[in-house]
């Protein structure tokens, strides 16, 4: 466990270009990273989960301090990135007639533990 208060611990390089990000772009952010969720789910053969960013989570996503901002910003990013890689790597497969929901469902897995850090972070 880290003795330092997270802020200390954000490299100074990576955080210098999200430290304005707003409560809006990061809402905006979340709902685009759930639409590929939900294209994902569907290679995994699982049903797309229902999102409501807005309301409450906006709320809180407004509430957070500077650095748990950052650190969602980033989990997003970093989301994003593999959610993007793993969406081509998958659409290979299917135009090559092969089944993808157990690649697809280890994907899935892998943005569902990231989504539950970056909520704990909020929730810190």
């Given amino acids: 466990m880290a003795t330092l208060p997270p802020e200390t611990i954000l490299p100074t390089a990576s955080a210098a270009p999200l430290a304005d990000v707003a409560p809006e772009v990061l809402a905006e952010a979340l709902v685009a990273l759930h639409g590929k969720a939900a294209a994902l789910a569907l290679l995994a053969r699982l049903a797309p989960e229902p999102v ?37 790597a998958l659409g290979t497969l299917t135009r090559r007639g092969q089944d993808t929901s157990a690649p697809a469902l280890v994907l899935w897995r892998e943005f569902h533990a990231a989504r539950a850090a970056m909520t704990s972070v909020l929730a810190a």
């Fill in 52 to 88: 409501e960013i807005g309301g409450e989570l906006g709320a809180v996503i407004a509430r957070a301090a500077p650095w748990q901002r950052k650190l969602v910003a980033q989990t997003i990013e970093d989301c994003s990135a593999m959610l993007d890689s793993g969406l081509a």
